[in-house]
């Protein structure tokens, strides 16, 4: 009998130094990375606990990036958000998944618990990250992952407004070779559909101009970006219109005494002389909504995707200098079909090699816009 009883307080005192053992490794573990704050889907959220951690492709200077945080601080005056809550990893290359997960980490450990990852090549850390922390919200720009509980993506119809450019630019052109500079090759379809709309654009008003393209082969590359409009002038081009990150496209126009359609930002700063105008994001929108709704316990992960009528796109003011009647009659009327319906991607639309996309009476849906148009319109030649 004693030899029982003292078994069983034996197995007592094991067991409490299991239970010991256990609560000492869990704190070990919590003091080791500042834990973010969980945030309660479906209730209400307080403003001053909200930590955005944003990832760039490069400096916040111009261009892409810029666009980008320009919105997220307009974002955050509007909502009377303190500084401190933004948290900015800058030069987080696309490429590199190592550098794209480890940045992300970086900033839950610092607290964040929004994750806004502003290109296309974050897309897969974003989706494995939000598996792992499914307390935080994890927002993507360009993409196409989410999933039903904390990571969504945005983007928008910058075709439209990459549509209003062309007309611009098919007026103004003289020799009717209009280059463009693109980050990607057709296989990216957020490139190529921005660019076909240009092609479009162009062709509506002027049918005898041709579309030269280069491709970078990178979101953002100073000195490629700024051979390849060299390339597009040394070819005619008089118009340089681009998808990639810095303004050394229109700089490279102003230089040589042509004229540039900007991206992003209105380049006009950077090239007063050349741009003609700027294809724009005004990313507040989205953030500004985004971040309300975690504040207000209704986030969703509904893919985002608004254009012209959102205001998420436009385009700046045609150049004083430059600009004529028929082509503020001819944008204007442009976006007015635009805003009554008119989607650009409708009906029979022939490609560069000959194919026909498209049915006839119908238009191409947003999700094919985004991630299934893999072809050049035929107005486009690619200049290796």
């Not at 560069?352 to 238009?363: F, K, L, R, V």
């Given at each position: 009998?004693?030899?029982?009883?003292?078994?069983?307080?034996?197995?007592?005192?094991?067991?409490?130094?299991?239970?010991?053992?256990?609560?000492?490794?869990?704190?070990?573990?919590?003091?080791?990375?500042?834990?973010?704050?969980?945030?309660?889907?479906?209730?209400?959220?307080?403003?001053?606990?909200?930590?955005?951690?944003?990832?760039?492709?490069c400096a916040a200077e111009t261009g892409y990036s810029?666009?980008?945080?320009?919105?997220?601080?307009?974002?955050?005056?509007?909502?009377?958000?303190?500084?401190?809550?933004?948290?900015?990893?800058?030069?987080?290359?696309?490429?590199?998944?190592?550098?794209?997960?480890?940045?992300?980490?970086?900033?839950?450990?610092?607290?964040?618990?929004?994750?806004?990852?502003?290109?296309?090549?974050?897309?897969?850390?974003?989706?494995?990250?939000?598996?792992?922390?499914?307390?935080?919200?994890?927002?993507?720009?360009?993409?196409?992952?989410?999933?039903?509980?904390?990571?969504?993506?945005?983007?928008?119809?910058?075709?439209?407004?990459?549509?209003?450019?062309?007309?611009?630019?098919?007026?103004?052109?003289?020799?009717?070779?209009?280059?463009?500079?693109?980050?990607?090759?057709?296989?990216?379809?957020?490139?190529?559909?921005?660019?076909?709309?240009?092609?479009?654009?162009?062709?509506?008003?002027?049918?005898?101009?041709?579309?030269?393209?280069?491709?970078?082969?990178?979101?953002?590359?100073?000195?490629?970006?700024?051979?390849?409009?060299?390339?597009?002038?040394?070819?005619?081009?008089?118009?340089?219109?681009?998808?990639?990150?810095?303004?050394?496209?229109?700089?490279?126009?102003q230089n040589a005494g042509v004229w540039g359609i900007?991206?992003?930002?209105?380049?006009?700063?950077?090239?007063?002389?050349?741009?003609?105008?700027?294809?724009?994001?005004?990313?507040?929108?989205?953030?500004?909504?985004?971040?309300?709704?975690?504040?207000?316990g209704n986030f969703s992960t509904e893919p985002y995707?608004?254009?012209?009528?959102?205001?998420?796109?436009?385009?700046?003011?045609?150049?004083?200098?430059?600009?004529?009647?028929?082509?503020?009659?001819?944008?204007?009327?442009?976006?007015?079909?635009?805003?009554?319906?008119?989607?650009?991607?409708?009906?029979?639309?022939?490609?560069?090699?000959?194919?026909?996309?498209?049915?006839?009476?119908?238009?191409?849906?947003?999700?094919?816009?985004?991630?299934?148009?893999?072809?050049?319109?035929?107005?486009?030649?690619?200049?290796?």
């Amino acid at each position: 009998m004693t030899q029982i009883i003292y078994s069983f307080k034996k197995k007592q005192n094991q067991i409490f130094l299991f239970f010991i053992c256990l609560m000492f490794f869990a704190l070990i573990l919590g003091c080791k990375e500042k834990s973010p704050e969980i945030i309660q889907y479906g209730f209400q959220k307080d403003s001053d606990s909200i930590i955005i951690g944003v990832l760039y492709v490069c400096a916040a200077e111009t261009g892409y990036s810029y666009a980008h945080d320009y919105g997220l601080r307009q974002a955050q005056r509007e909502l009377g958000m303190r500084d401190e809550q933004i948290l900015r990893k800058f030069n987080i290359n696309d490429f590199e998944g190592i550098m794209v997960e480890a940045a992300m980490r970086d900033l839950i450990a610092e607290g964040a618990n929004i994750i806004i990852a502003t290109s296309w090549g974050h897309m897969n850390s974003c989706e494995k990250l939000a598996e792992e922390f499914p307390n935080i919200v994890f927002a993507h720009a360009s993409g196409y992952k989410s999933n039903e509980t904390n990571f969504t993506n945005y983007f928008g119809r910058i075709y439209q407004a990459r549509y209003l450019s062309g007309v611009a630019a098919g007026l103004h052109t003289k020799s009717n070779k209009i280059g463009f500079v693109a980050a990607q090759d057709k296989s990216n379809s957020e490139v190529t559909s921005g660019l076909n709309a240009f092609a479009m654009g162009v062709e509506s008003v002027n049918p005898d101009a041709e579309i030269l393209v280069t491709v970078t082969y990178s979101w953002y590359d100073p000195g490629a970006e700024r051979y390849a409009a060299q390339r597009l002038i040394a070819e005619g081009c008089d118009i340089i219109a681009q998808h990639v990150d810095t303004v050394n496209p229109q700089i490279e126009a102003q230089n040589a005494g042509v004229w540039g359609i900007g991206y992003n930002t209105d380049m006009k700063r950077e090239a007063p002389d050349a741009v003609l105008t700027s294809v724009i994001w005004n990313w507040s929108v989205y953030y500004k909504d985004m971040i309300q709704s975690v504040i207000d316990g209704n986030f969703s992960t509904e893919p985002y995707f608004a254009g012209l009528k959102e205001g998420l796109v436009d385009i700046t003011p045609l150049h004083q200098d430059f600009v004529t009647e028929e082509m503020l009659i001819a944008v204007s009327q442009a976006r007015e079909k635009i805003d009554n319906g008119f989607n650009v991607f409708e009906g029979l639309l022939e490609t560069n090699d000959g194919q026909i996309i498209g049915t006839h009476g119908e238009s191409l849906p947003d999700e094919v816009i985004t991630s299934g148009i893999n072809w050049y319109y035929r107005n486009i030649r690619v200049i290796r």
